[in-house]
């Protein structure tokens, strides 16, 4: 049997630290399973939760946006369809990038007492809230179903945008993750932030509402403007607005944050026992 | 073969002081930044208020296949940290590790373990952090749950279980691990005597296969029953290494916080009031063999004398005797008699064979009329009790106050002969 030699020295950079995360990748599926698994024990309604919340939200969001504050819907889209794509890709953003900030600091125990490599925390969150979002593609599909809308050749383009926001979600997730190690005013600005952007992106309207302002150029460098538009439009048969310029700002902001993140968390993860 | 070799290792803390720079929260790393920016620095004030502390400091050693090395030492010697460097949970500030083969560390029973999650599934939470594939968690899984005994509540929340039971399963998980490397903290310090006779046990068959251990262990009579090697930690600093009973004998020598005499030489300088003040209280062991420390076998005498300052007053001396958690042993006291002014003496005989090992502390108050108290001095003596067995292969923390040889006897009674 060949004998594994390890080095530790300060600041030595793993050399074979992708290989071991990907050694890890049992432990990443059993820390996603954990998560999974705790998250509705001891309530009644178990895992229908997952279908019952965004369901919820998306009745009040068309009764609040439709009813009350009478918010135009796109010629040919039933209002109800076009928030809940909204919801969906939104929700799936704010949850990932939610918990994945928080996910070294929640699992402080396993900081201090094993090693491994540290991103698995965040992947493992990551992982969580993706099967959330799996679960609420499903209802939307159903939902659309209920509405005659079927999907027509757009839904090619639907895995990039779910590739965006994972990518959107773990990149700002990761950076605010390992910043709140140090810092916890992080936990307290996170539901501040998640809840200015959701009236910031087009979730409850599309882009074609403030399309005509002087600050719109300025709105769609948001890297949500494009991924939530662009959801929205590979799943309702191109009729919804998208606008490919926002598109590329999206995918380029995406990539660097991820670059920026994924470097900057692995320059911290060192002293994050020291810090925790 | 050396497996573990350890390299001038140090770790450097820097604990920040009340207003020092240090920023811990967001707004004082803003500010701060600001300040720099702006010109404002103040750094001149706060360097002061800033103190480097060593958890570790220059560590060099190294460990040989099959070695079995206890690790002893205060509390914040640097021990838990030594493990965590080991562990590639800390990183070392200077210095460097090489270790060859794989590493399981045990640096806490259970790690990981959530409370919702049953018990079948926290051994495969646990098995994983600590380093195991599924395959080999399959594999051990029933070895598992038979050592820690919990087959019935396999599907209950481990949030269920009594705290016996949470520390049985853990223990379990670690000792069915199959590292070249275990590093183990303090788990022996739990669970009751049965359950750790059989995790020393297990740990020792493991050595015998070739495994190399670190032990960490407050408990002395486990780390001399399972290590051959000791190393010996103060202030970061490995100040003693090498075979485990040479060690520990030094060990023991230099951690005595004994304070074994208290004197005072006038009675203007010495403790005590109008009434009262004491000369000395001392403590006289009667040491079994030329190692000189106290043991459960060693006859102790406590000798004491005070100056009486009243004409003349019935007088008795109360002594107690203490655990050093402060839970009062017993308490005796010696007749009241009338005594005029001028020094006054006496002496209690505590046999040998009577204290449970531990560390005790002795107060003394002089009483009048036998209700009044005059004066107390608290904790004027402290000492330890080393634990001594003979013919005992079980080396668990023995239970109890005091450990009395008072007339304890079996015998067969009837012999049921073959027919």
Not at chain 1, 48 to 66: G, K, N, Q
Not at chain 2, 137 to 145: G, R, T
Not at chain 2, 225 to 242: D, P, R, S, V
């Amino acid at each position: 049997m060949k004998v594994q030699e390890t080095i530790i020295q300060p600041g030595r950079a793993e050399r074979h630290y992708w290989r071991d995360l990907w050694r890890n990748r049992e432990l990443l599926y059993i820390l996603a399973m954990r998560d999974v698994s705790v998250r509705y024990k001891q309530t009644i309604l178990g895992t229908s939760w997952s279908v019952v919340r965004p369901l919820a939200t998306m009745l009040v969001m068309v009764l609040v946006f439709s009813k009350i504050a009478k918010l135009p819907a796109e010629p040919g889209i039933p209002y109800p369809l076009m928030v809940l794509a909204g919801i969906t890709i939104w929700t799936f953003f704010a949850n990932g990038f939610t918990q994945i900030s928080s996910s070294v600091t929640m699992n402080a125990n396993l900081v201090t007492k094993v090693y491994f490599p540290r991103l698995l925390m965040p992947l493992s969150s990551a992982v969580v809230s993706l099967i959330d979002f799996l679960i609420a593609l499903g209802l939307f599909m159903v939902i659309a179903l209920v509405y005659r809308f079927i999907p027509d050749w757009h839904i090619l383009f639907l895995p990039l945008f779910m590739l965006l926001a994972f990518g959107a979600a773990f990149a700002f997730g990761l950076f605010f993750a390992a910043l709140n190690v140090r810092f916890r005013d992080i936990g307290q600005l996170i539901p501040f932030l998640v809840q200015v952007g959701f009236y910031a992106c087009p979730v409850a309207y599309t882009s074609k509402l403030v399309e005509g302002y002087w600050w719109y150029k300025f709105y769609r460098l948001n890297p949500m403007v494009g991924i939530i538009d662009g959801f929205r439009w590979s799943l309702l048969k191109g009729d919804s607005y998208l606008d490919p310029q926002s598109i590329i700002y999206s995918v380029g902001i995406v990539v660097v944050c991820l670059f920026v993140s994924i470097s900057f968390f692995r320059s911290r993860e060192n002293s994050f026992v020291d810090d925790i | 073969m050396s497996v573990i070799t350890v390299e001038n290792i140090s770790k450097q803390y820097i604990i920040d002081h009340q207003r020092s720079k240090g920023a811990t929260t967001l707004r004082d790393a803003l500010t701060q930044t600001g300040r720099k920016w702006f010109g404002r620095d103040t750094d001149a004030n706060n360097q002061l208020e800033r103190e480097e502390f060593w958890a570790l400091r220059d560590v060099s050693f190294s460990v040989e296949q099959g070695d079995r090395v206890g690790i002893v030492g205060h509390n914040g010697a640097g021990k838990s940290t030594l493990l965590k460097v080991l562990s590639k949970i800390i990183e070392p500030t200077t210095g460097s590790v090489r270790i060859k083969g794989r590493v399981a560390s045990l640096l806490e029973v259970g790690t990981g373990f959530h409370p919702e999650l049953t018990g079948r599934e926290n051994i495969f939470l646990n098995g994983s952090l600590l380093g195991m594939t599924r395959q080999e968690i399959k594999q051990q899984f029933d070895a598992i749950v038979d050592f820690a005994g919990v087959e019935k509540f396999l599907d209950t929340p481990v949030k269920r279980y009594s705290s016996g039971m949470y520390v049985r399963l853990g223990f379990a998980i670690s000792a069915h691990l199959n590292p070249e490397i275990m590093i183990v903290d303090e788990v022996l310090a739990v669970g009751d005597a049965e359950f750790q006779k059989k995790s020393l046990g297990k740990m020792r068959d493991n050595s015998a296969s070739g495994r190399t251990i670190l032990f960490v262990s407050h408990n002395l009579t486990a780390v001399q029953a399972l290590c051959n090697k000791t190393l010996f930690f103060e202030k970061g600093q490995l100040i003693e290494q090498g075979e485990t009973n040479y060690v520990i004998q030094s060990y023991l020598n230099k951690i005595s916080k004994t304070k074994l005499l208290r004197e005072w030489a006038t009675p203007e300088e010495a403790p005590g009031n109008d009434l009262v003040r004491i000369h000395r209280v001392e403590l006289i062991p009667e040491y079994p063999d030329d190692l000189h420390h106290i043991d459960v076998r060693t006859p102790m005498r406590v000798r004491f004398e005070f100056w009486n300052r009243m004409e003349r007053a019935n007088l008795n001396l109360s002594l107690h005797l203490n655990s050093i958690t402060g839970e009062c042993i017993f308490n005796i006291g010696t007749q009241s008699l009338p005594y005029g002014k001028g020094l006054i003496g006496g002496e209690c005989v505590i046999p040998g064979y009577f204290l449970n090992d531990g560390s005790y502390t002795i107060s003394v108050m002089v009483v009048k009329d036998t209700v009044t108290p005059l004066f107390t001095l608290e904790d004027s003596l402290t000492f330890d009790v080393e634990d001594y067995r003979e013919g005992i292969a079980w080396y668990g923390k023995w239970p109890g106050y005091v450990r009395p040889q008072i007339p304890f006897e079996m015998e067969s009674l009837e012999i049921e002969t073959l027919k």
